[in-house]
Structure formats: structure tokens, C-alpha cells
């Protein structure tokens, strides 16, 4: 008798507290989780950012408020530029060939083969390994004096080469080797965008006549553009922020000519203690992801609401529709 | 049974599917390669691996586990068995606040109601597409000059925080922002009556979350929990910018100092112990993989398809 009173005593508090409480419990949990991402996250970043504005050489030196005279310099001088483009060629190239070959294995592994399990598991085994472990093995291949591949060229009489006297070979094993990383975390995505388009809606095709490639035509390609959208930005913003294979394969060399733009920021960070530019150029790369990221998003929402039938009413809300329902 | 088996069997040899296994296979056994040949080269003797003109797939004469026992329980250079214990100690306390930050953090966005909510959620996945990498250095100054630690008055005068456990320490209990959103997401679709049905039996606010919520959301914590750790477990960023003491290396920190970006310039790069250390990053990654890679394979589907 005394508990029902209690448990009752309890619900009528909880319903008068109601919102009061749930703002209590809220702060208490996300207070402390937010006070540390400050310091850890959030005050860095904006730091970062302000020191654009700073001409700053050296942790000894005083910082000298400068204005936009960094990002003058920045698209002034060759050595950033040419660092902006290759972060966006390279991340565009990158993201081609490891999207396209994502895609046609997951066409593949969509297939009812025996053991595609192991195959999804062999091809996404890349992703999980650490890239200052594999790049080493990636070095040792490339070693000038006793690398896998110059001994092989050696016994197969051709001379060897010196991949990090060379730009272009340079350029390559960095594709390359982003290319092995990603391909099979693209390829898992992939394969789950395949299986979640209607089953339904190949066997209407087949029955108007349709073939292998117009079925991928029309039914697969349409029915995989919102994860189309989804692979093609997350893999963009990595790959233009491509750096650390950069570091550890050539090391920005020769003379410079393989850095990309994050690559140059740790550079101007860490070796030339260039804190000004190096937060000027952050402050580029930020904009610029953050601008791909929204145009790529509207552009695509909107696209979507041009060509597809709206068979379904739009969706409820941008803003958690579902929780309002829930509230009713 | 056995006939349908029998004819999806048959069906393996169709051309398409054929070229399937072969496509698959070839090109699979083609990524596997740079791992095979990091375990064929453990097998080396430092001395052997340096004289050693190496071929496709290297073959020690005088094969050896030495290289893995200094992992496990370290040999005359026992700092690479404290690299790895230190990798495990980050890597399990940066996994552990990330699972307790992301589940509570969801719960909250998912469940509880207060003013600003949507809005506060909304800021919170914006800085998410700030790139993470831009704020190494600024975050090296922060350390640097962190109020009143390593003998800094206010901001001067010593070395802050770099240097010190506090530089793994602080990171910890963060939020995080991912675990956040796939945990409001997937709470989402449980049934608030639940919570309402517990409310109403007199549980608490801690017990509903962690008795009843939690055991709910198992697959989704575990793939929180496995990126979080594979994120530590291979990230060489934090011990190799912010620390240089040799106690507080990890095993993807050491590798960083022996390369080409650590070592002195000009100077004979050390493969065989790059080599050790990187079956010590590895190995375990691959075990972790293979353990939950179900939770993985399903959690990159979600991430994709309700992105």
C-alpha cells in the first residue's frame, strides 16, 4: 500500500517536474562533456582560425596582428596555390578511382557468389590497418637501394628507379595507396546501397524486356542516389584532406612538389613554425570543405526533388520530425 | 535442401559468377599483400632482413619469433612491449568515455526535452565538418600554454601539458559527436513507452539508461565502440606531436620516429623494428576486425544509407 502511494507520489513529481527535470539531467550529462570539447576541440579550432589574422614565426615570437596580409601571401605565392590545386585534383582522382572501383566490386559481391562474405572481409581489410604501419610496408616496396620492386626490375635486367626523385611516380603510389585503403569501405557502402533498392522493381523491369545493363541503368543508378550523395561527399572531404600518406610515403618531396595543402599546414606548423600561414590555410581548407559540403547538399536535395516522383508525401521535417510525433 | 544447394552450386560456374570469384579473389589477394609480406618479413632476424635481397615474398632461412615476443613480453629493448601496453591503455580509456559520451549524449538528444535542443544538436554536427587535422597545431600551442600545469605561470614559462599523461588524459571524455548522432538516431526508433512503463515502476533516470536503454542498443555501441578504438589504436597524431618522453610512446609514435619523418635526415632507416612494431599495431587491429566485423559491416551500411 505504502509503495503504490510512494510510486504514485513519484509520477504526479515527475509530470509537475517534467520539463524542469529533463533540462537538470540534460545539463548535468552534456556540461562536462562540452567543457572538454572545448578544450579539446572547440577552442583549438577557433585558435587555429584566428591565427590567420597573426603573423606569428616561432612559439618565442610575439604575435603581430596583420589583418588579411596571410592570405595575400597565400594566393600570392605558388608554393600554396599549387599545394590548394593538388589537395583537389589529387582528392578528386583519389575519390574517382576508389568509388569506381567500390562500385563495380560491389556489384559483384551483390551477386549470390559463395564466400562473398570473406571476399567483403578480404577487400575491407585495408581500411582497418594503421597508415603509419602500411605506408612502411609501401617504403619498403619503394626502397632505392634494396626496395621489392627495384630488385625485381634489377632481375628482370631493366634498370631501377628512384621513385622519390620523381614527381609523377610520387603522385602515383600516393593514389595508389589511397586507392587500397578506401576501396573496400567503398564497396561495403556500395553493396548496401545495391541491396536496399526494391527488389520489386528489377522483376518489373525484366518483365518490360529489360537487360543486365539497363536494368543498372535505370532501376540501380536511380535507386542509389541518396547514398550516392552520401559516398561521393564523404569521400571527397577525406581525400582532399589527404596528408599523412603524403608524409610518410614521400615526405612532400622532391623538393616540395607531391605537398598538398594539409600536408603544408603540419609543415608550416611543425618545421617552419609559420603559425600565421599555417592557420590562414586552415581557414581556406575549412571554407572550402564546408562549401562543398553545402552546395554538394543542396544541389543533390534539389535534384532529387526534380526528378523523382514524389510517391511518398516530403519528408516530415528537417528538424526532428519524429520526435514531435512522438510528443502527441 | 541439397538440390537448391546443389543448384546455386552449378550456378557458381555461370560466366558472370565465375568472373566474379576470379575478380574478387585476385584483386582481393592483391589488397592482402602488403599485409602478407609485414608477417613474412616478422619472421627475419634484423641481420638477416638487412642482408637480404628482397623478392616478392621473402623467405627467412633462420626463421624466428623474437620479434613477436618483444611485442608481448619485450626482449634486451623492452620499450617496444611498453609502446603496445600504452597503445592498450589509450585505446581502452579513449573507447570507454566514448561509449558512456556517446550513449548518454544520445539519450539526451533522443529523450529528454529542454529549450534550444534542436538547435544545439544541429551546431554540434556542423563542427563535424570542420577537418579535425587543422587543429593540431593550435591544439600543440593550447598544451603548450595550458593555464598553471608543467610549471607555466598562467601561460609561460614551462611546458604545460605536453608531455604528460594529461595530454591522453583530457581528451577522453569529450563528446562524441558521431556516437551522438547514430545513438539519438537509433533510440529514436525505440518505443518511448518503454521509458514511460519503467517511469511509472519507480525506476530511475540512471537504471532506465543503463538497465534498459543500453542493453537495446548493443550493435550500434559496438560499432561506436570498435571505430573509436581502431581510431586510437592507429592514430599516431597525439603521442608523436604532443609527447617526446620515450614513457609515453605508442606503437603507431614509435613507428612515426623511426621513419623518414621522425629519423634525422640522411640516416638508415630501421625496417626491421618498424616492421615489429607494425605487426604490434596490426595483428590486433586485424583480431578486432574479425571479431566484430559483422558489427562493423552493418554499421557502415547504416551510417551510408541514413546519411
Known amino acids: 500500500m505504502e509503495k503504490t502511494a510512494e510510486q504514485e507520489g513519484r509520477v504526479s513529481f515527475n509530470r509537475r517536474m517534467g520539463r524542469h527535470k529533463d533540462a537538470i539531467i540534460a545539463a548535468v550529462i552534456l556540461i562536462p562533456m562540452f567543457s572538454f570539447w572545448l578544450v579539446v576541440s572547440g577552442f583549438p579550432t577557433l585558435f587555429g582560425f584566428a591565427l590567420g589574422f597573426f603573423e606569428w614565426v616561432g612559439l618565442a615570437d610575439t604575435p603581430n596582428f596583420i589583418w588579411f596580409d596571410n592570405f595575400v601571401s597565400f594566393f600570392n605565392n605558388p608554393v600554396y596555390t599549387d599545394a590548394l590545386w593538388r589537395s583537389i585534383w589529387l582528392g578528386g582522382l583519389v575519390t574517382a578511382i576508389t568509388l569506381g572501383a567500390g562500385f563495380g566490386a560491389a556489384l559483384l559481391m551483390n551477386m549470390p557468389l559463395f564466400g562473398k562474405g570473406f571476399y567483403r572481409s578480404i577487400w575491407y581489410i585495408p581500411a582497418v590497418t594503421a597508415t603509419v604501419a602500411t605506408t612502411q610496408v609501401f617504403n619498403i616496396f619503394l626502397d632505392s637501394n634494396n626496395g621489392v620492386i627495384n630488385n625485381i626490375l634489377k632481375a628482370l635486367g631493366k634498370d631501377p628507379i628512384v621513385w622519390q626523385y620523381s614527381v609523377g611516380w610520387g603522385i602515383f603510389w600516393i593514389v595508389v595507396y589511397s586507392v587500397w585503403k578506401g576501396v573496400g569501405g567503398a564497396a561495403l557502402i556500395w553493396l548496401a546501397g545495391l541491396q536496399s533498392v526494391d527488389a520489386s522493381l528489377y522483376e518489373a523491369a525484366e518483365m518490360d524486356g529489360a537487360g543486365r545493363f539497363s536494368k543498372l541503368r535505370y532501376v540501380t543508378m536511380p535507386g542509389l542516389k541518396p547514398i550516392a550523395t552520401y559516398i561521393v561527399i564523404t569521400n571527397l572531404i577525406g581525400a582532399i584532406q589527404i596528408y599523412e600518406q603524403v608524409l610518410f610515403i614521400t615526405n612532400g618531396g622532391p623538393y616540395g612538389q607531391t605537398e598538398v595543402l594539409v600536408f603544408r599546414i603540419y609543415r608550416d606548423g611543425f618545421w617552419d613554425f609559420n603559425l600565421g600561414m599555417a592557420g590562414a590555410s586552415s581557414l581556406i581548407m575549412a571554407i572550402i570543405v564546408i562549401t562543398a559540403t553545402v552546395l554538394y547538399y543542396n544541389w543533390s536535395t534539389k535534384s532529387d526533388k526534380q526528378t523523382t516522383i514524389p510517391i511518398k508525401p516530403v519528408n516530415r521535417s528537417s528538424k526532428g520530425g519524429s520526435s514531435h510525433v512522438r510528443n502527441t | 535442401m541439397s538440390g537448391t544447394r546443389n543448384k546455386n552450386f552449378k550456378k557458381q560456374f555461370k560466366p558472370a559468377y565465375f568472373f566474379g570469384h576470379i575478380v574478387l579473389l585476385g584483386i ?280
Open chain 2, 28 to 307: 582481393g589477394l592483391i589488397l592482402l599483400y602488403p599485409l602478407i609480406f609485414m608477417v613474412l618479413a616478422g619472421f627475419f632476424t634484423k641481420t638477416e632482413f638487412t642482408a637480404t635481397v628482397l623478392g616478392i615474398f621473402p623467405i627467412p632461412k633462420q626463421p624466428t619469433l623474437e620479434n613477436f615476443k618483444a611485442l608481448i613480453i619485450g626482449s634486451t629493448d623492452s620499450s617496444v612491449a611498453m609502446y603496445f601496453r600504452n597503445s592498450v591503455i589509450r585505446t581502452a580509456y579513449n573507447t570507454f568515455w566514448a561509449i558512456l559520451t556517446s550513449f548518454l549524449a544520445g539519450y539526451v538528444f533522443a529523450r529528454l526535452k529542454f529549450k534550444g535542443r534542436e538547435v544545439l544538436f544541429l551546431i554540434m554536427l556542423a563542427t563535424q565538418m570542420i577537418p579535425g587535422t587543422l587543429a593540431i597545431i593550435p591544439t600543440y600551442l593550447e598544451f603548450a600554454r595550458f593555464p598553471f600545469a608543467g610549471g607555466n605561470d598562467i601561460f609561460t614559462g614551462g611546458t604545460g601539458i605536453l608531455n604528460s599523461w594529461w595530454v591522453y588524459l583530457i581528451g577522453g571524455p569529450s563528446i562524441n559527436i558521431m556516437g551522438t548522432f547514430l545513438v539519438k538516431q537509433s533510440l529514436e526508433k525505440v518505443p518511448i513507452e518503454i521509458d514511460e512503463a519503467a517511469i511509472m515502476d519507480g525506476t530511475g533516470t540512471f537504471r532506465l539508461i543503463f538497465q534498459i536503454l543500453f542493453p537495446l542498443q548493443l550493435p550500434i555501441m559496438a560499432f561506436i565502440a570498435i571505430t573509436t578504438a581502431l581510431g586510437t589504436w592507429n592514430d599516431f597524431i597525439t603521442p608523436f606531436f604532443y609527447t617526446t618522453n620515450d614513457n609515453l610512446q605508442t606503437l603507431p609514435a614509435a613507428i612515426t620516429r623511426l621513419s623518414s619523418v621522425g629519423a634525422s635526415p640522411g640516416a638508415v632507416i630501421n625496417y626491421p623494428m618498424i616492421i615489429t612494431l607494425s605487426l604490434g599495431i596490426t595483428i590486433p587491429a586485424l583480431l578486432i576486425f574479425a571479431f566484430f566485423q559483422k558489427y562493423i559491416v552493418q554499421g557502415l551500411a547504416n551510417t551510408g544509407i541514413k546519411g
